[in-house]
């Protein structure tokens, strides 16, 4: 090496020396905490913003990386976006980064259980209890996905352990209530599993608000801005040619099963419980009573935009898919501005006995916040309420609501898929009966339910309860329980 050589070799070795000295001394980029990427992405989720929560949880995780909440909060915003297998390598991947933390394996479980996969997903929840025997959202995922048979069934024991051993005072989540009521209710002791459902209810509905009246005047409401006047204007000009499937109603009244019959059409896509229409008059009002007036005073131009756009995100949901079923059952509150907006949407209402629709929803620990769901009294006045208003709309828009009861489908199940389809303007398929085979996600309560064959055992359930349920009879407006 001649001396030139030597020479730039020590002008590039101090040149470098100098750029790390350089970067040595600037300050590092300050780390958002923690909370703020939590927050963040908690707003995004629940006003319908998937894929920007989706941004704001990949950004936290790149400060904190080995951080489990935002690996769930992840998972769900995949899943929003119907990303189901990159939703399960996140639920994998964060086992594999901290096998020791039982959410992680009850988040994987419960995408296991929604695609159906039950085996692997109770594997999971009994990791999770394993981990930590007063998790209750693992123990209500995992009596999901069995029956019990005997009361000394270790895993009845084992809830009943973790129920007593947890100090008094201390924040112990209310599903265990709701997963041991189950798991007694499968052995046919129907006074404990009662008492245990109680307490479960009991302890949401003390962190939650349920206003009678303001549901009330919510409806008379929409009764009084939609209705003669607001009818006779009829559909907007140049509406939206999209022809989407809603489905409301009470949870618990059959409307998974429904979902599952046209989901297993070739041209229905499912989307399942997606808060899309909610979103979309979330631009005119922030809340229900605010969206009611604000739909009665819309210009057409404007109804024909809202409606364009609820179409739109549901399509964007599967572009490929020629009708989108939209299983959001509070939509109920909103059929008047369908009829204007988009007028070729076909409404399937459904329903089920009274008694066994509301005391279902009393066994159930919701993972959507329905506030009036844990109080029979409550339960009883909110199901009279919405019936009220399906009354409304029926009288102004016959043709375009279907009432499907769950009875009538456990009776006659292809004369009622019959029915169901002709309706939604759909061709007969053999698959419709065979709903059960169908490979999809299933995200709600009754997500292991739907993976049966038709069955008659949930018809005439409440009656087991019959000697508790005097508080729900009346609220239904019963002088004594109904017969059937």
């Given at each position: 090496?001649?001396?030139?050589?030597?020479?730039?070799?020590?002008?590039?070795?101090?040149?470098?020396?100098?750029?790390?000295?350089?970067?040595?001394?600037?300050?590092?980029?300050?780390?958002?905490?923690?909370?703020?990427?939590?927050?963040?992405?908690?707003?995004?989720?629940?006003?319908?913003?998937?894929?920007?929560?989706?941004?704001?949880?990949?950004?936290?995780?790149?400060?904190?990386?080995?951080?489990?909440?935002l690996h769930a909060n992840l998972i769900n915003a995949l899943e929003q976006q119907n990303l189901h297998q990159r939703a399960m390598n996140t639920a994998r991947?964060?086992?594999?980064?901290?096998d020791q933390f039982p959410d992680n394996h009850n988040n994987l479980g419960a995408l296991l259980k929604f695609n159906g996969e039950l085996d692997e997903a109770r594997l999971c929840f009994e990791k999770a209890v394993e981990l930590n025997p007063a998790h209750g959202e693992a123990w209500r995922n995992l009596v999901a996905t069995k029956k019990f048979n005997e009361a000394d069934d270790t895993?009845?024991?084992?809830?009943?352990?973790?129920?007593?051993?947890?100090?008094?005072?201390?924040?112990?989540?209310?599903?265990?209530?709701?997963a041991l009521g189950?798991?007694?209710?499968?052995?046919?002791?129907?006074?404990?599993?009662?008492?245990?459902?109680?307490?479960?209810?009991?302890?949401?509905?003390?962190?939650?608000?349920?206003?009678?009246?303001?549901?009330?005047?919510?409806i008379n409401l929409a009764i009084e801005l939609q209705g003669q006047e607001f009818f006779a204007a009829g559909p907007v000009p140049n509406p939206t040619k999209a022809a989407p499937i809603l489905i409301v109603g009470m949870p618990r009244s059959g409307s998974s099963l429904i979902e599952q019959i046209l989901a297993s059409h070739p041209d229905v896509y499912g989307a399942g419980e997606v808060p899309v229409l909610g979103t979309v008059l979330g631009k005119i009002g922030d809340n229900t009573p605010e969206r009611v007036r604000a739909i009665a005073h819309q210009s057409p131009g404007e109804l024909q935009h809202l409606g364009a756009l609820y179409t739109g995100r549901l399509q964007e949901m599967s572009p490929d898919s020629t009708r989108i079923a939209d299983k959001f059952l509070l939509n109920f509150m909103h059929l008047g501005f369908l009829f204007r907006a988009v007028p070729n949407a076909r409404i399937v209402h459904s329903t089920r006995n009274a008694m066994d629709n509301a005391f279902a929803c009393f066994k159930v620990r919701f993972t959507s916040t329905l506030n009036f769901a844990y109080n029979l009294e409550e339960l009883g006045h909110f199901h009279g309420q919405m019936q009220r208003l399906m009354e409304h709309w029926r009288q102004f828009m016959p043709d375009s609501i279907l009432t499907m009861p769950y009875?009538?489908?456990?009776?006659?199940?292809?004369?009622?898929?019959?029915?169901?389809?002709?309706?939604?303007?759909?061709?007969?398929?053999?698959?419709?009966?065979?709903?059960?085979?169908?490979?999809?996600?299933?995200?709600?309560?009754?997500?292991?339910?739907?993976?049966?064959?038709?069955?008659g055992g949930a018809v005439g359930r409440w009656k087991n309860y019959e000697s508790h349920l005097e508080p729900l009879c009346k609220a239904l407006g019963l002088d004594s329980a109904p017969d059937d």
């Open positions: 090496m001649n001396k030139a050589q030597k020479k730039a070799l020590k002008d590039k070795k101090r040149k470098e020396a100098k750029r790390k000295a350089q970067g040595a001394q600037k300050p590092k980029k300050h780390r958002e905490p923690l909370k703020n990427y939590l927050d963040r992405s908690h707003r995004a989720l629940a006003t319908g913003y998937p894929a920007k929560a989706e941004k704001i949880i990949r950004a936290g995780i790149k400060d904190h990386p080995d951080d489990s909440r991947l964060a086992v594999k980064l901290n895993q009845i024991a084992a809830m009943t352990k973790a129920i007593k051993e947890t100090p008094f005072g201390s924040k112990l989540n209310p599903s265990i209530y709701f189950k798991a007694l209710e499968d052995v046919g002791e129907y006074d404990m599993a009662f008492a245990s459902y109680a307490k479960g209810n009991a302890r949401v509905r003390g962190q939650i608000h349920y206003r009678k009246e303001s549901i009330e005047e919510t009875e009538g489908i456990v009776a006659d199940q292809e004369t009622e898929t019959r029915r169901l389809l002709e309706f939604c303007g759909l061709e007969w398929k053999d698959a419709c009966l065979e709903f059960h085979k169908t490979d999809r996600p299933v995200r709600s309560a009754s997500s292991t339910q739907v993976r049966k064959p038709i069955y």
